[in-house]
């Protein structure tokens, strides 16, 4: 819509009360008003006091036909409002955003099945939902179960048999369509499966801060033991400290050696449970459909063992989105992992900076349903464009609000783009978070040249200690040859450093580190990898506390004021009694009292210090029964260098 307001004459009563004249009032001085991005003309009629029959006049005069209940713009609402003498104003829209609200915290880490915590660096949205909610995430779900494993050992073939596993016998099609998800039931227990193309894709979810897995199965051939895409999925997982469980496929092979295979899991830092160890080794068959159901049953225990296998299903929903794509008949559609709460149709929604409402919803069968709970996959359209997979979906209360709350994180992006990457990846990073208390962990992953220099870089590596138990290293992963774009991967997700002994890097992941901030350090000998990271570990350190006498008083006699309190009347012996110190009363030369310091007074006058030789009354708040004899120590915490 063009054109403003129309000059005129001053209006009557009559034409403001919605006379013939089509004549719009226009006062002297114009007034603020805040509009809607989305208003219709009763509603603007109600916010500037006049006729919709004279707002629809207006409409008209500047070439649109609108009805009473037409939605106009925010545009077309404000040239109307400037011609009934109002200088129109966007309101403000307050969005609340649980990504936004979380997106800044650490928060603790939640604790794995090992029962080591994660680092705080791992404390993606669905942990930080856990703690945030707490006594709220009182609902069972299905655990969510990732399988990765090495190219042909028979992840697509474990997959097609753990879903034929539960096709009942009328859907002999098997599933109708696919989602990049689907569920199973196992003892009346549903268990939800992310059908994802490998662990590249498990850990680029990662890198957004949307962790969905529970659970992560590696498949490993019986026939061909640990490979290195094996090693890399065993580093990704334990990098996302989610529990791990082997499935020893391919027993069926005349050649299969499975004590074989379990040494290399050991070799690899999985120890077989049957081995003394706390990793769950199934074997099965995928082509004879063999331990399928002993590998769903390790799965529920281990769910079992969990304390993050809960959700609030009363919530709003929030989730991920697995995948997406473009139909032409429907337009932009998205596969959602619905991790707390419940998704209903027709729910508003953000997904990174995609908005829109849930016009459609079918679950992995292909079937139209209304409603998903916490760990239920399921395909949705209604979308204004298609979202990135990993972005982190949420329920908001409206659509105008789901549209505000794009745009601002469009806004952001673009500004965000603007300064450069942000990411805390580097060893003057690591640094600069350990002086806040926030670092206490230095992830590394090692990449040398050939199989004899690798042990001794590594060895070298988990030798070094800082001197306090608090602040230790990490090797998540390492292995031969030049740093290649999945290592680069794992250390956005994990916020890892990449030290490269006598290797290159190709340029995909060089491109990927640069624009992720990825610290990548490389070297031609090997002390000076280990020094650097000997001082980066030590630098790491915080600052120690100490207790510092800064002087020392003698109680000389007591002194009771109504109102007050006891007050001991003392003599500074030594150093300096000051205001600001914590005070610790000490008789026969035990500590009998600790607290802070109530008053101090220099005859009448209140004081912050008082030096030795002087006399002057002290207050300890908490403790009043004073006896002349006591010492008052006034203690002082600074901090040292470690």
């Avoid at 032409?328 to 900076?353: E, I, P, S, Y």
């Avoid at 992995?364 to 979202?387: E, Q």
């Avoid at 992006?413 to 230095?442: M, N, V």
Wanted: proline fraction near 5%.
């Amino acid at each position: 819509m063009s054109g403003g307001a129309r000059s005129g004459p001053p209006p009557s009563a009559r034409d403001r009360q919605g006379g013939r004249s089509n004549q719009p009032p226009a006062p002297r001085e114009k007034r603020e008003i805040e509009l809607p991005d989305s208003i219709t003309v009763r509603e603007l009629g109600l916010a500037i006091n006049a006729s919709p029959v004279n707002i629809i006049r207006e409409l008209m005069n500047n070439g649109v036909m609108a009805t009473i209940n037409q939605q106009l713009d925010f545009d077309s609402a404000a040239i109307v409002a400037d011609a009934f003498g109002y200088v129109a104003k966007a309101k403000a829209v307050v969005v609340h955003s649980i990504v936004e609200e979380l997106a800044g915290g650490e928060g603790g880490a939640a604790p794995t099945a090992n029962g080591k915590p994660a680092p705080a660096r791992a404390a993606t949205l669905r942990l930080r939902l856990l703690q945030k909610e707490g006594d709220q995430m009182k609902d069972a779900r299905a655990p969510v179960v990732t399988i990765m494993g090495h190219v042909d050992h028979g992840k697509t073939s474990l997959l097609d048999a753990i879903r034929s596993s539960d096709v009942a016998a009328g859907e002999a099609g098997g599933i109708t369509q696919h989602i990049g998800a689907y569920q199973v039931e196992h003892e009346n227990r549903r268990i939800t499966f992310l059908d994802t193309p490998g662990h590249e894709a498990f850990t680029a979810m990662r890198a957004r801060g949307a962790q969905t897995t529970d659970v992560a199965i590696i498949v490993v051939a019986a026939d061909d033991g640990v490979m290195p895409q094996t090693k890399e999925a065993i580093a990704h997982a334990r990098a996302a400290q989610v529990p791990i469980i082997v499935a020893l496929n391919k027993i069926d092979r005349p050649n299969a050696n499975p004590e074989l295979v379990k040494k290399e899991l050991m070799e690899s830092g999985l120890t077989p449970d049957d081995w003394g160890g706390d990793t769950m080794v199934v074997p099965v068959s995928a082509k004879q459909r063999t331990g399928i159901q002993d590998l769903l049953e390790a799965i529920l225990l281990t769910a079992e063992s969990l304390d993050t296998i809960r959700a609030n299903a009363e919530r709003a929903a929030v989730g991920t989105i697995i995948e997406s794509s473009l139909d032409k008949q429907q337009g932009a559609r998205a596969t959602v992992l619905v991790q707390n709460g419940t998704l209903n149709l027709g729910d508003a929604f953000v997904a990174g900076k995609i908005h829109g409402r849930v016009r459609a919803m079918f679950d992995f069968r292909g079937h139209r349903v209304k409603k998903a709970a916490p760990s239920t996959p399921v395909s949705i359209t209604g979308l204004s464009d298609v979202p990135v997979a990993g972005d982190v979906f949420e329920v908001v209360a409206d659509d105008r609000a789901a549209r505000a709350l794009a745009a601002q994180r469009a806004l952001n992006d673009k500004a965000g783009s603007a300064r450069g990457p942000q990411r805390a990846t580097t060893l003057d990073q690591y640094f600069a978070r350990a002086k806040e208390g926030k670092s206490k962990k230095l992830y590394l992953i090692v990449k040398a040249d050939n199989q004899g220099s690798l042990p001794p870089i590594v060895e070298s590596l988990n030798k070094i200690e800082s001197g306090e138990e608090e602040v230790r290293l990490d090797v998540i992963q390492s292995g031969t040859g030049a740093v290649t774009e999945s290592d680069v991967d794992l250390a956005i997700a994990s916020g890892a450093v990449i030290l490269g002994f006598e290797v290159g890097m190709d340029s995909a992941a060089r491109k990927k580190a640069e624009a992720n901030g990825v610290d990548t350090r490389f070297y031609t000998v090997i002390y000076k990898l280990i020094e650097d990271i000997e001082l980066a570990l030590k630098g790491m350190l915080a600052p120690k506390v100490v207790e510092k006498v800064v002087g020392t008083a003698e109680v000389k006699q007591l002194f009771k004021i109504p109102k007050v309190g006891n007050i001991a009347g003392s003599i500074v012996r030594t150093g300096v009694a000051q205001r600001n110190a914590r005070a610790r009363v000490i008789r026969g030369g035990a500590p009998i009292h600790a607290g802070p310091v109530g008053s101090l007074k220099r005859l009448t006058d209140d004081v912050k210090e008082v030096r030795a030789g002087l006399e002057c009354g002290i207050m300890v708040e908490g403790f009043s029964e004073f006896k002349p004899g006591d010492l008052i120590e006034f203690v002082v915490e600074e901090t040292e260098a470690r």
